[in-house]
């Protein structure tokens, strides 16, 4: 029974939020109040060009018990794609090329993110278009993303979608030509053809080759709603914030609102009801959940890896470091002291090991090493300095058996030392802590 209702689930992949700037009309915790509300296990957010709304979005749904699943739609210029598709203005002849026409030689990719690396990559896709377009311009190029794809899962998109642009101006041969590149660039295992429904005639007829070009090339199908607000009656809305997007008033609007209110966050019956006839397409959205493991969570500073001797890892080569400290200090020792330290530090090394610090104590115990053979004043201070493990590895005179220890409740890293930013760029020139690992910064 479990996996029957497994099956039938839907998890919605493609939804905006207010954050998308006068697109979407819910705020991120509406969002999950409503997918909470579904019953829904976990949620996706692509936000037009940024990942604004992310940290809200995570916040939550980490209240709410449901996985936030995060990436963006970025903005793509298909000519730099190398598609030859013809300019939409009406008013020039149906052959013209336009590579310069902002109508339709723009496209929006969705871009999901499968882990920590995707996201680093999102973060610079974006970062790189902003900096270089004014605001609300700018878009990634193909090298771009051949360079940041690591990471990152690829929907062909909605009506705006690379697919969807190429099948309208250009037909089934630069549709062709659209999945072949996103396949070039992100693998064929992680570029899905996205599908949505919303009573459009002209909608299904691009599903339906939509689906011919899935096929032809083995390429999943997925089912997604396109929300750009969570409940219906917030369409009026929406239709209000695309109006002054296109400078006019909504009696003038016209065909720029939205045909109907079907986009926004429908429950599983609803959408299994919809793809009736692609099981398939409902059954890819918990497939495609489930290989999206980053959250926000995963995020946090890491340490650079220090370098120790072939067959060793660092917490190795920490406990060796602390043996030594051990029998020089308490070799002589009597049979009390020397249990009782010994199980200090056993229960100190476990709390590094757990916390994954072991490089953060060979660093600096590189650089009391340094400081120690160049005569520089190295001054323990905080909570870790006053460790059994840090005494031993480093032989000052910090205090042995302090209570001072709190790693365990510290949401940062403790502070072990107090030391010159000269002696720390001597150090770097002169012993095995690196130049990297000084200059390192967030990743």
Same mark, same amino acid.
């Given at each position: ?259 109907? *209110?079907?986009? =926004? %966050? ?7 009801? /919809?793809?009736?006839?692609? +099981?398939? @397409? !409902? ?119 302090? *209570?001072?220890? =709190? %790693? ?7 502070? /072990?030392?107090?030391?010159? +930013?000269? @002696? !720390? ?19």
């Amino acid at each position: 029974m479990a996996n029957i209702i497994r099956e039938r689930m839907y998890i919605e992949l493609h939804s905006r939020s207010a954050f998308s700037f006068l697109e979407g009309t819910a705020l991120p915790e509406d969002l999950i109040a409503i997918g909470a509300h579904l019953n829904m296990p976990a949620m996706a957010l692509l936000d037009r060009d940024g990942i604004y709304g992310a940290p809200r979005f995570y916040l939550a749904a980490k209240k709410a018990g449901i996985k936030a699943h995060m990436g963006a739609e970025v903005a793509g210029e298909i000519s730099d794609f190398g598609f030859q598709i013809k300019d939409c203005d009406p008013r020039k002849p149906a052959s013209i090329y336009n590579p310069k026409s902002k109508t339709c030689n723009f496209f929006h990719l969705p871009l999901l993110v499968s882990s920590r690396p995707g996201y680093q990559n999102l973060c610079r896709l974006i970062t790189k278009m902003k900096l270089r377009a004014k605001k609300g311009e700018g878009s990634v190029r193909k090298e771009e993303l051949q360079e940041h794809a690591d990471g990152l899962i690829c929907l062909t998109g909605s009506d705006e979608g690379s697919l969807a642009i190429a099948l309208a101006q250009g037909g089934m041969v630069e549709a062709r030509r659209s999945i072949e590149s996103l396949i070039g660039i992100f693998g064929h295992g992680n570029v899905y053809v996205e599908l949505q429904r919303h009573f459009h005639r002209e909608q299904e007829a691009r599903n339906r080759a939509a689906i011919e070009i899935a096929r032809s090339y083995q390429l999943p199908l997925l089912a997604t709603n396109g929300v750009c607000y969570a409940t219906p009656r917030e369409r009026e809305l929406c239709d209000v914030f695309t109006a002054i997007r296109h400078h006019c008033t909504l009696a003038a609007a016209g065909r720029l609102l939205a045909r109907n *209110s079907e986009r =926004y %966050l429908k429950t599983s019956q609803q959408m299994q009801e /919809l793809f009736a006839d692609l +099981p398939e @397409a !409902i059954a890819n959205t918990m497939e495609l959940s489930s290989r999206l493991e980053f959250t926000l969570q995963d995020l946090g500073y890491e340490f650079p890896r220090y370098p120790v001797p072939q067959g060793e890892t660092m917490m190795s080569f920490l406990r060796e470091r602390t043996r030594e400290g051990f029998r020089q200090r308490y070799g002589r020792a009597e049979a009390d002291l020397k249990n009782r330290a010994r199980r200090q530090i056993e229960r100190e090394l476990a709390l590094i090991e757990k916390l994954q610090l072991p490089g953060y104590f060979l660093i600096v115990w590189d650089l009391v090493r340094f400081c120690r053979k160049q005569n520089i004043l190295v001054q323990g201070r905080g909570s870790a300095a006053n460790s059994s493990a840090s005494l031993l590895w480093t032989r000052s005179a910090w205090s042995c058996f302090s *209570s001072a220890f =709190y %790693l365990r409740n510290v949401a940062s890293c403790p502070t /072990l030392i107090s030391i010159s +930013p000269a @002696a !720390i760029s001597a150090s770097a020139s002169s012993s095995t802590f690196t130049n990297d690992m000084v200059n390192a910064g967030p990743p």
